[in-house]
């Protein structure tokens, strides 16, 4: 290589694809993306390990291992022997069984910076500088360190919400003047989080909850046309008013002390008014995530720094909340992932501009969490088709903001790595149901269950195998799964009619059968997915067709439907890196931490597999394709079209001439002698014309011999 890189800079954008990019680059819209590509190499054939899925694939980034070797082989991992729907977090550093880049750099001294990458927390090695990294599954909040998951205070009733009760305002000091009569209503702010480090069985299950805290909201009109204004107290006193907002305003950064598990915690927060009535004063207040302002970072005394400068942090961008509390327009959600991304841009920087570094590394979850939201999908009308796409490249917009950010912190001597986890497709077909399948089938038996039920309940009494996570079946195996009930010795019979069973079903809408791949688990091994470490993954391991799944997760890598590729951005640009190239050659993310490494002449992951993608290195030239040959190939080309044009031809002029039929004359049409031809009636003259019939096929062989001398010149 010639000039050698000094520094490396990772910049991961959760769910990003080319495909989605390119008319936002067509219209000059990611002025920073486009100078990546255009100075860089591109690699339009990366590819995603199985399953497309954000827990596993950004492990596999950072470790260059495949799922089966890190241990995460989905959003989450399964502990053999232990009930089906008891699943762990892959989103913590715990679930990671494999060194990462910026842990083998931290032996030799290396200085990392790791900025809310997913997986990374617990910090595993004291000399890297980290700020979160625990969290980021769309659940209700789903971080680790979060002290409250978001909550919505409502006057109208809404799902999950906290309804709270309006009357006429009484005995508040210094009341405001209004031009209609004020409302209050009491907010019994309960701060808790379904903290996913522990088990998943269920949702509401570890619900960790802490002391009520108390405010009183207060409604009026500060204008003259209906209410139009609320203010959220500690007591009934605007002098502590925390915040005073008018619709759709955000309050600044609230900072709290509250108590949960007996400590006392601080953290802090923003609201927002989601809506107002003018005439009614009904109303519904948004109170965004609620994080910690210490405890989240190593060394611990950056947090009160980054939050000083920046504002409150927050993990998780309203990702659940936008599809029940707030208004379908998606303004608020969309300015929740604006705010994030101009946090970690401006936050990054600074820790690059202050801070001694030799590798970076982030990861922004804003995309794929637009994707669930605006990429097309069953049912959308071609005007749901463009406002939500409008929407999408809105959020590609504040990414790219984002990314001038970090690069303005990087310098020129770093070598720059943009690359996401998994890209989208859109989803044109409902989504499938795979444990319907098996229930059709006989293979599956549901308890009652209230309709009311987050999901309907398993009999295990009656069940022979059941679907597990994004895209594994386990066979309900005897002396392995409690409640088992196939003997070992029915195994592969079960699994047999498992995978008949996919085989088998064809779509009620479609007639098509949507299955793309059906693995047992031992031929897994290929797409690097196998049992390890005292976990598993299914006996039987299935893709679907994209048009069956939403987004992503159970669609294989190359999926590609719309606008939108499954296909994983990848970009590299710096000091010894070809600029403005495209590689074809097919990627893997398990690829890019060995690139990395070998860039700059840093130690391997321990746990690496992937290879050194040396195609895009300035100093790599290839003899192959040799001229001669396509010179060689295009020659033989031309010659066999040629061939076939006059085969062709002379085809079309033996057919004209078989068509001109003459006419029968006269004395043939009335000669007495002429009969029509008639099939043997008896034994000898059915001989008779199998010994003509074998002499014409002789014929016919000898012509096949000379047209076959004819095209291949033998």
Partial sequence: ????????????????????????????????????????????????????????????????????????????????????????????????????????????????????????????HPDVTMIDGGGGRPFWGGSILELSHSQFFSTEPVPNGNLVKAAPAKDWKDLPTSSVPPLEFPIQYEPQSNRILEQLQFEGENIRKGKALEFWGIVYARGNNGYDTIAICGSKDMGNALTILGPREWSEPINLTLEIDKKKHRGSLRITLERLDQ?????????????????????????????????????????SEAGTWLDNDYETFIKCMEYQNEWLGRAGRHLMETREWDFFAMQCHCIDYANHYFVPRHGWTEEDRKVNLDRLARCYESVDRMVGEILAGADDNSLICVVSDHGATESPLPELSVN???????????????????????????????????????????????????????????????????????????????????????????????????????????????????????????????????????????????????????????????????????PMPSEAEGAVLYQMFDDHKSNFPREEFLNKQKARLEEIRSRFAQRQKAATVSSKKDLTVEAPTTEQRQSPSREMEKLPDTIEELKEALIQARSEARHWKQAYEQYHRITHGN
Avoid at 15 to 44: C, D, H, V, W
Avoid at 284 to 312: M, R
Avoid at 448 to 462: M, T, W
Wanted: aromatic letters at 10%.
């Fill in 279 to 319: 005439e009614s004063g009904s109303m519904g207040l948004f109170f965004w995530q609620l994080y910690p302002t210490d405890g989240f970072t190593q060394p611990a005394e950056i947090g009160e720094e980054l939050i000083s400068k920046f504002g409150s942090y927050v993990n998780h961008p309203a990702f």
């Fill in 436 to 602: 319907e399948i098996l229930k059709d089938a006989g293979l599956l038996t549901y308890e009652e269950f209230d309709a009311n039920a987050v999901r309907p309940i398993v009999d295990l009494s009656k069940t022979i195998a059941q679907h597990q996570r994004a895209a594994y079946i386990y066979i309900n195996l005897m002396g392995r799964e409690p409640g088992g009930i196939v003997p070992p010795e029915e195994y592969e019979e079960a699994r047999d009619r498992v995978i008949a069973a996919l085989c088998d079903y064809r779509d009620p809408g479609t007639g098509r059968n949507p299955f793309s791949m059906i693995l047992r688990k031992e031929d897994a091994r290929i797409l690097g997915l196998y049992d390890n470490l005292g976990r598993d993954i299914g006996d039987i391991v299935y893709a679907l067709l994209p048009e069956y799944d939403h987004e992503h997760g159970r669609q294989l890598p190359a999926s590609t439907v719309g606008g939108q590729t499954m296909k994983p951005l990848l970009i590299f640009k710096g000091p010894s890196i070809k600029g403005g190239v495209t590689v074809d050659r097919t990627t893997w993310l398990v690829d890019v931490a060995p690139t990395i490494a070998q860039a700059l002449d840093w």
């Fill in 1 to 124: 290589m010639s000039k050698q890189a000094k520094r490396a800079v990772l910049i991961g954008l959760d769910g990003a694809n080319y495909e989605a990019i390119k008319p936002l680059l067509e219209e000059k819209r990611l002025p920073n993306i486009s100078m990546l590509l255009q100075q860089g190499t591109f690699f339009p054939n990366a590819h995603a390990p199985y399953p497309t899925l954000t827990g596993s694939n950004w492990a596999s980034i950072a470790t260059g291992a495949w799922p089966g070797t890190h241990g995460v082989t989905c959003m989450s991992y399964h502990v053999t022997g232990e009930p089906n729907d008891y699943w762990y977090s892959g989103f913590t550093s715990d679930a990671v069984e494999a060194e990462t880049l910026w842990e083998a750099l931290a032996k030799t001294g290396k200085k990392s910076i790791v900025l809310k990458y997913t997986g990374s927390w617990p910090p595993r």
